[in-house]
């Protein structure tokens, strides 16, 4: 069993729980680090966490880590490398850098350089050379590079894992897969219970319905990347059988779809419809419900829960001050009706979050994309919240 280097990249703030993820699946010497997790292992290891890691955005194959001074040493460490022993020349490529406290001018300067040197190794041995495709390459290259190492990375998932192929519409503002599935986990939302089932949980602004699918996923056991394929899968190096067998064994398990306690609404019906038509074509129909619902009109489904939802915030002119008179009715409404209840929502807006009028128990940073946003926690207890006098029911853009 040879042992690679990988890193697998995640977003900002679940590095820890992608560790532990990964530790689960067979990682080994697993180290978190700003931006994603290293770890060893084999290449089944790392088509397992291609394939059930909820958490990574990609996992990144490390071929080579040297020092450099000049651009031409970029070149010949590129250079170098023995490309034809993982792919031909007849699938396309697409290089990709970046650089931290990196002394050399110019990173497309960089890019064009090792997209040289990867053409120039395969022409000088079969005369041909692999062509460029900047939007659905067969093989993707990534170089970091700091102020003194370049480290050189061959790609092993293809479209970002975020990319669950299950979304088949989908809002403005898209939640990305894999940070919905972060915030259920750091929400301690109980996807396994004793009675078989899960804990109750409410997306009370469900949007295209993306925290529901990856709850009903996570509740099912359903691999996260069941519906899609992986560039590991084009490598000549990767063991076909041994993953085959892998799958067959894996499929042989598949998962009974069965009703859950997993509920969405939201208030608009063409927004509703945009989750529903997701939902069915991840084959979840029976898992979720959905019902059309103003958020200050819903109501527990279950004596106590939890609460996961990511609340629309201002980005277009007009909206900031709706949802200033809004928000507040937002903190009346859970302290109201949801005793008992444990509510995440995810902020980009902390002035904003402040108007909700209740104290949050717990902030943790996350990204979504680059947009820095903050998951409050807010543990409902009885009692009664100060509510403003609100001047009519304001307009609530949906959001994911």
């Known amino acids: 069993m040879t042992m690679h280097d990988f890193f697998a990249t995640s977003p900002r703030g679940l590095e820890a729980l992608l560790a532990e993820e990964l530790t689960a699946l067979g990682g080994e010497q697993v180290k978190a680090v700003a931006g994603g997790v290293h770890f060893k292992g084999d290449w089944l290891c790392a088509a397992r966490a291609n ?121 403005e503002a898209p939640l990305r897969e894999n940070l919905a599935a972060g915030m259920l986990m750091l929400s301690g939302w109980q996807a396994h219970t004793e009675d078989g089932l899960c804990q109750p949980l409410l997306d009370p602004m469900c949007g295209s319905g993306t925290i529901l699918m990856e709850a009903a996923q996570m509740a099912l056991g359903i691999d996260a990347g069941s519906g899609r394929r992986f560039a590991f899968e084009r490598n000549r190096s990767f063991p076909q059988a041994e993953w085959q067998a892998w799958l067959a064994e894996r499929e042989q398990q598949a998962p009974v779809r069965r009703r859950l306690p997993i509920y969405g609404s939201d208030k608009y019906g063409d927004v509703l419809k945009r989750a529903q038509a997701n939902i069915e074509a991840a084959g979840l129909g029976e898992a979720i419900e959905l019902k059309q619902c103003d958020l200050l009109d819903c109501r527990p489904p279950a004596s106590d829960g939890v609460i996961v939802s990511n609340p629309p915030y201002g980005v277009r002119l007009g909206e900031l001050e709706a949802l200033k008179a809004w928000y507040p009715q937002l903190g009346h409404w859970l302290k109201q009706h949801f005793s008992g209840w444990r509510a995440y929502l995810l902020s980009a807006d902390p002035e904003l979050a402040k108007t909700i009028r209740l104290s949050a128990s717990k902030r943790t940073v996350l990204f979504n994309g680059a947009l820095e946003c903050r998951l409050l926690e807010f543990k409902m207890v009885a009692g009664s919240n100060r509510r403003p006098d609100p001047q009519g029911a304001p307009h609530v853009p949906d959001a994911d």
């Open 51 to 171: 394939r059930c890691s909820r958490l990574a955005s990609r996992i990144l194959w490390r071929l080579r880590q040297t020092p450099y001074r000049t651009e031409q040493d970029v070149y010949r460490a590129a250079q170098a490398l023995p490309w034809g022993q993982w792919f031909d020349p007849s699938q396309t490529i697409k290089v990709s850098v970046s650089a931290q406290k990196c002394p050399l001018p110019s990173l497309d300067f960089l890019t064009l350089r090792i997209k040289d040197a990867i053409c120039d190794h395969f022409r000088e041995r079969t005369g041909s050379r692999p062509s460029v495709n900047t939007e659905a390459p067969d093989q993707r290259i990534y170089a970091f590079l700091d102020a003194r190492v370049l480290t050189l990375y061959l790609d092993t998932s293809g479209e970002p894992l975020f990319k669950r192929g299950l979304r088949q519409v989908q809002g």
